[in-house]
């Protein structure tokens, strides 16, 4: 079965710097990995996504998420941090067996920008 | 254009009690999911569509859950014999295709009195 890992509850980090918000995951054969974003009192939003290819992935809002298939992981990252990206972020994973759509998510991690 | 919607938004009933939670998704996507997510955990799978075949519902907690897309939109989430245990926000998804990318409702928060 597979399962996704967030080793942090929360993140902090202040406005203007570089921030990474951690997953890993475990999965049988290539799986395809995501980032949603939660706003308080919002639905889910997908960031970005990796199917196959380049390692690093670009998403909205000028998040990234780098592919590191030896480690099992896909860390989200931004070069520098807005008050506004504080939210709760889920990594997802979903397997090849069942097609691609049976998708797993990590208990989220609250990214908390300081001003 | 218009994305998923979720109604109710909000339910509240009592022990015993029948409840059926609607899903539109994005017009024309062909695949529709059903999550369910409780306080400061991520959502969790409970079953998915492709048009009106329901493909999966592997993470269906028990028989009193059911979902139906009978003509291959709109969805029905429903919960028989409610208990204290199934209050949680509900969530439903939508993808144009086959494992394409999943676009979220806003969800029903469901409470179990």
């Known amino acids: 079965a597979q399962s996704v890992a967030q080793p942090e509850d929360q993140v902090n980090v202040a406005e203007g710097n570089p921030l990474t918000v951690k997953c890993t995951y475990s999965v049988s054969g290539n799986p395809y990995l995501f980032w949603y974003v939660q706003y308080p009192n919002r639905g889910l939003q997908f960031l970005l996504k990796?199917?196959?290819?380049?390692?690093l992935v670009k998403g909205s809002y000028g998040f990234e998420a780098e592919f590191n298939k030896s480690q099992t992981s896909f860390h989200l990252k931004k070069p520098s941090a807005l008050v506004s990206d504080s939210a709760l972020y889920f990594c997802?994973?979903?397997?090849?067996?069942?097609?691609?759509?049976?998708?797993?998510f990590g208990t989220g991690t609250k990214l908390q920008v300081i001003p | 254009g218009a994305g998923v919607s979720q109604s109710p938004r909000y339910k509240v009933t009592k022990r015993g009690q029948d409840v059926a939670l609607r899903c539109d998704p994005i017009s024309g996507h062909v695949s529709l999911y059903w999550y369910r997510q409780a306080l400061g955990q991520g959502p969790e799978f409970l079953t998915y569509?492709?048009?009106?075949?329901?493909?999966?519902k592997s993470g269906l907690p028990n028989d009193r859950f059911s979902a139906e897309r009978p003509e291959g939109s709109i969805s029905t989430l429903t919960i028989q014999r409610t208990e204290q245990r199934d209050s949680a926000m509900y969530r439903c998804a939508s993808s144009a295709r086959a494992a394409d990318t999943q676009y979220f409702g806003p969800g029903t928060r469901l409470t179990v009195l």
């Open positions: 569509f492709n048009y009106e075949a329901q493909q999966d």
């Open positions: 997802a994973v979903s397997p090849p067996s069942g097609g691609y759509q049976k998708v797993t």
């Open positions: 990796y199917i196959t290819g380049d390692n």
